[in-house]
T-cell receptor, first 112, second 113 residues
C-alpha cells in the first residue's frame, strides 16, 4: 500500500530535550515536505526537499532541522524543543510526474 | 507562492441543509486546487482536486467544488449535509510550476440534528 509513515503518533517531551520525528514513504517520490498545524493557522510548511541531499526552508523553519540522506526518509529534528513547538505535525510527499500529495497520519507533539 | 483565504472559520449547519465553504487564493497564475478534510482526531484526507479540464469537480460523498479563474476562487458545496460531515475542511493551492502546497486556515463545519 502506498503510504507515508510517521513515527511516533504522539510524543510528550520536556523543553530542551532533542527529538526526531521520522517520516518514510514507499512511493519513490522526489518531493517531501513537513508541515505544522495550529488552530486558526491551518498548515504551514516547515521544510521541504526536492530530492536526496536537497533541502530548503519553508515558511516557519526556526527551531527545526531536516535531512534527506535517502530518497524514502525525511526526518524532522528538533534540537532544543520549546513549548511554542507544541503542535500537530504532518509529513507529505509527491512525485514530480503526478500531482497528488500523500500525507502521513500526523504526529502530535507536546513540549512541556 | 500562493496565499489562501478561507472566509469562514466556523460554519454551523443543520442536518440535510446545504453548505458552502468559501476559498480564495492570491494569484491568477495556473494552479492546482485541492480540498482536504480532517475528521476529529484524524489526519488529512483528500476530498477533491482540480488539475485541469472541467471547472466543476465532484467527490464520491456528494461534495463539489467549482474553479473560478477570474475570481481566483474554489468554493466547496454540498446540497445536503450529514452528521458525519462534521469536520475541519482545508483549501490548498499549488502553482503549476511549484511543488509547494499552501493551505488556508481551515473551516470547521459542525452539523447538528
Amino acid at each position: 500500500e502506498a503510504q507515508v509513515t510517521q513515527n511516533p503518533r504522539y510524543l510528550i517531551t520536556v523543553t530542551g530535550k532533542k527529538l526526531t520525528v521520522t517520516c518514510s514513504q514507499n512511493m519513490n517520490h522526489e518531493y517531501m515536505s513537513w508541515y505544522r498545524q495550529d488552530p486558526g493557522l491551518g498548515l504551514r510548511q516547515i521544510y521541504y526537499s526536492m530530492n536526496v541531499e536537497v533541502t530548503d526552508k519553508g515558511d516557519v523553519p526556526e527551531g527545526y532541522k531536516v535531512s534527506r540522506k535517502e530518497k524514502r526518509n525525511f526526518p524532522l529534528i528538533l534540537e532544543s524543543p520549546s513549548p511554542n513547538q507544541t503542535s500537530l505535525y504532518f509529513c507529505a510527499s509527491r512525485g514530480f510526474s503526478n500531482y497528488g500529495y500523500t500525507f502521513g497520519s500526523g504526529t502530535r507533539l507536546t513540549v512541556v | 507562492a500562493q496565499s489562501v483565504t478561507q472566509l469562514d472559520s466556523q460554519v454551523p449547519v443543520f442536518e440535510e441543509a446545504p453548505v458552502e465553504l468559501r476559498c480564495n487564493y492570491s494569484s491568477s497564475v495556473s494552479v492546482y486546487l485541492f480540498w482536504y478534510v480532517q475528521y476529529p482526531n484524524q489526519g488529512l484526507q483528500l476530498l477533491l482536486k482540480y488539475l485541469s479540464g472541467s471547472t466543476l469537480v465532484e467527490s464520491i460523498n456528494g461534495f463539489e467544488a467549482e474553479f473560478n479563474k477570474s475570481q481566483t476562487s474554489f468554493h466547496l458545496r454540498k446540497p445536503s449535509v450529514h452528521i458525519s460531515d462534521t469536520a475541519e475542511y482545508f483549501c490548498a493551492v499549488s502553482d503549476q510550476d511549484d511543488y509547494k502546497l499552501s493551505f488556508g486556515a481551515g473551516t470547521t463545519v459542525t452539523v447538528r440534528a
